[in-house]
């Protein structure tokens, strides 16, 4: 084999170009096996075959229609089974470079509709209010209805600065809504880091590509650097993460993990059973940590997830993931092209099957806004308002009351983002009842 790589949600078919089609763990397969044929029942696709050659209206090339009857058969299995061409089976192999043009979008398959599953931060999908869930029904003027996900990712991608309109069907709305994006160079950063308050990090993972395990455990050293060498507790956002390389979310969730399963698939065939097992040490040595998902976390993201969940190593918070959990095989052929075959489902530490179930949170929280209340133009009144109010022998700041009132006060975390106001106050707790040296 030239290589091998394992790959779950991978950015593949147009992902190049930004838009991305949710596939299972890439394992890619010897080419050399060839599998016993009925020929007694290809005497029906024969006669077919000769029936299009001469009496449809057009003539068609031999190649266009043989390739056209692989796609049938694979697409005819499941959502994720399919014929990879030259140009697909590249980008495939390209997919994780975390770069590419277009529009942002993990897409699937969904009763013949376009399905996103996440929309990437910072792409024209997101700043466009993209969200997870939608169905693309038309493209420009194009019905969706009757494609295949591949010649739909084809009217997807274009050169950067032109646009396109998706129509969607949104889960509440009274009707289609239109969005017009400009397609752009999509320049993907997995991992992004930030400290909510002292001792209390923050971590977002975007997606799982080849460097975000290194990624992840740089983002944590700076914050544990900030926080004079330890942390509190660690939130790992996941939400609208559309999956990536099994690699990474072994890796991730392997930094959290000394010992046991990590994820395990099983299949037919003996290439498609592998166990993978965490080695020892705790990058944030036991500290608590909240894990954010909702129904745009799928794939890599779910693996991690659900061995933290099953480890008993994290409190998951959020809405139920998206229920990618199949394993499909790529098989390279003698023509630069390739078949993936879905061979496998992957299971949690616990023996959980994902697929088509997600990962249900420990505490759900879904589609919650919050606003603020108006605030009274009268205060009440309190202690240090009384007449002769004795003061409580402390020292005042040095701060003058003029500078405090000149600050702008900056928008409560539970008006920006009310899970994630929820996961610090959970880990508060979490300290509180076990406090850490």
């Not at 770069?99 to 599953?117: H, N």
């Not at 949104?170 to 997995?190: C, N, T």
């Not at 705790?282 to 909240?290: F, K, Q, S, Y």
């Not at 954010?292 to 794939?299: H, K, M, P, R």
Request: no cysteine; hydrophobic share 40%.
């Amino acid at each position: 084999m030239s290589f091998l790589r394992r790959d779950i949600g991978l950015i593949s078919a147009g992902a190049l170009l930004g838009v991305s089609l949710v596939f299972g763990q890439m394992v890619f397969a010897d080419r050399n096996v060839k599998p016993d044929i009925p020929l007694d029942d290809l005497r029906a696709f024969s006669e077919i075959f000769g029936r299009i050659k001469s009496s449809f209206v057009d003539t068609v090339d031999d190649r266009e229609l043989l390739e056209n009857a692989i796609r049938g058969m694979l697409s005819g299995l499941d959502p994720h089974s399919a014929y990879l061409d030259v140009s697909a089976f590249q980008d495939l192999r390209e997919g994780t470079s975390g770069q590419f043009g277009g529009l942002g979008i993990e897409v699937s398959m969904e009763d013949g509709f376009v399905k996103v599953v996440a929309p990437i931060d910072d792409t024209p999908a997101a700043r466009g209010g993209v969200m997870a869930g939608d169905l693309i029904i038309r493209l420009d003027d194009t019905p969706v209805k009757g494609m295949s996900l591949n010649e739909a990712v084809e009217i997807m991608r274009g050169e950067p600065g032109t646009p396109l309109m998706l129509t969607i069907m949104r889960e509440g709305a009274d009707q289609p809504i239109k969005i017009e994006l400009v397609r752009d160079i999509i320049r993907v950063r997995s991992v992004r880091h930030e400290m909510l308050e002292p001792g209390y990090g923050y971590v977002r993972i975007t997606t799982f590509q080849s460097p975000t395990g290194a990624a992840l455990r740089e983002a944590v050293n700076a914050l544990k650097e900030e926080n004079n060498g330890s942390l509190k507790g660690l939130i790992l956002d996941m939400r609208n993460n559309p999956g990536g390389v099994l690699d990474a979310a072994v890796e991730v969730s392997d930094a959290f993990i000394n010992k046991g399963t990590i994820v395990y698939t099983e299949g037919r065939i003996a290439d498609a059973k592998q166990r993978f097992h965490a080695k020892p040490g705790d990058l944030i040595n036991g500290a608590p940590i909240v894990v954010l998902v909702n129904g745009g976390s799928a794939s890599a993201s779910e693996i991690v997830a659900g061995a933290l969940q099953d480890h008993q190593r994290a409190v998951v918070i959020g809405s139920k993931t998206f229920g990618k959990g199949s394993v499909q095989t790529v098989m390279p052929l003698n023509n630069n092209t390739a078949v993936k075959l879905t061979t496998a489902r992957y299971y949690t530490p616990s023996g959980r099957s994902i697929q088509a179930e997600g990962i249900a949170p420990d505490i759900e929280i879904d589609g919650i806004q919050v606003t603020a209340a108006e605030r009274s133009a009268f205060s009440p009144v309190r202690e240090q308002d009384l007449s002769r109010a004795l003061d409580n022998g402390k020292p005042k700041s040095e701060e003058s009351d003029e500078a405090t009132e000149a600050k702008e006060p900056k928008e409560p975390l539970e008006i920006r983002d009310y899970v994630l106001a929820q996961g610090l106050n959970l880990l508060k707790g979490m300290n509180i009842l076990n406090p850490r040296p």
